[in-house]
T-cell receptor, first 121, second 113 residues
Framework: DTGVSQNPRHKITKRGQNVTFRCDPISEHNRLYWYRQTLGQGPEFLTY????????KSRLLSDRFSAERPKGSFSTLEIQRTEQGDSAMYLC???????????????????FGPGTRLLVL | ELKVEQNPLFLSMQEGKNYTIYCNYSTTSDRLYWYRQDPGKSLESLFV???NGAVKQEGRLMASLDTKARLSTLHITAAVHDLSATYFC?????????????WGAGTKLIIKP
């Protein structure tokens, strides 16, 4: 396994169009995260999945954004009716959350994919 | 609400010098990460610090964690040009918050030959 992969790496679209990005996590990881990053900023959390279940979405996330992870493996992030403000780098990360029982659960390191750079004209 | 502050946000230094990047956070956490990002690239994991007093070193980089002071440092020894990048710290909010990471704004490091 070569790590987290994302496709496409770059996407240029016109305002109002829909776009879809794909993320393939590290195979044994049960957590998958989507982040957005704009120039000069840290990653901004969008949503995450535990296996196939989407457990949380950022309150800042518009209804135009939707994400799926249908079989608990790869995930897609769709942006409908894109706006110029959606232009950013979209990052996917995966991790392994270990259920330790009485010892307590913990999350291993999040590993990031190369990102999809979106430009909305 | 957990906040993470890094300083400085920008650092320009000469090769061969030593410097430290600071990461302060506002509430209790027992797991802190350092990541590196090159321009136009994704984030690369550098260190995970798991407990008070933890210290990890890789090459010219050394990271430490003081959970009582809610402070982590990333120390650069005898800097070389290849270490030019943006460095982020991220604090794990823990199980009760579903392990979300709260990110600092990043420190852009430029090392001049």
């Amino acid at each position: 396994d070569t790590g987290v992969s994302q496709n496409p790496r770059h996407k240029i679209t016109k305002r109002g169009q829909n776009v879809t990005f794909r993320c393939d996590p590290i195979s044994e990881h049960n957590r998958l995260y989507w982040y957005r990053q704009t120039l000069g900023q840290g990653p901004e959390f969008l949503t995450y999945f535990q296996n196939e279940a989407q457990l949380e979405k950022s309150r800042l996330l518009s209804d135009r954004f939707s994400a799926e992870r249908p079989k608990g493996s790869f995930s897609t992030l769709e942006i409908q009716r894109t706006e110029q403000g959606d232009s950013a780098m979209y990052l996917c990360a995966s991790s392994l959350v270990l259920v330790m029982g009485l010892a307590g659960d913990h999350q291993e390191t999040q590993y990031f994919g190369p990102g999809t750079r979106l430009l909305v004209l | 609400e957990l906040k993470v502050e890094q300083n400085p946000l920008f650092l320009s230094m000469q090769e061969g010098k030593n410097y430290t990047i600071y990461c302060n956070y506002s509430t209790t956490s027992d797991r802190l990460y350092w990541y590196r990002q090159d321009p136009g690239k994704s984030l690369e994991s550098l260190f995970v610090l798991l407990s008070n007093g933890a210290v990890k070193q890789e090459g010219r980089l050394m990271a430490s964690l003081d959970t009582k002071a809610r402070l982590s440092t990333l120390h650069i020894t005898a800097a070389v040009h290849d270490l030019s990048a943006t460095y982020f710290c991220a604090v794990d909010k823990g199980m009760d918050s579903n392990y979300q990471l709260i990110w600092g704004a990043g420190t852009k490091l430029i090392i001049k030959p």
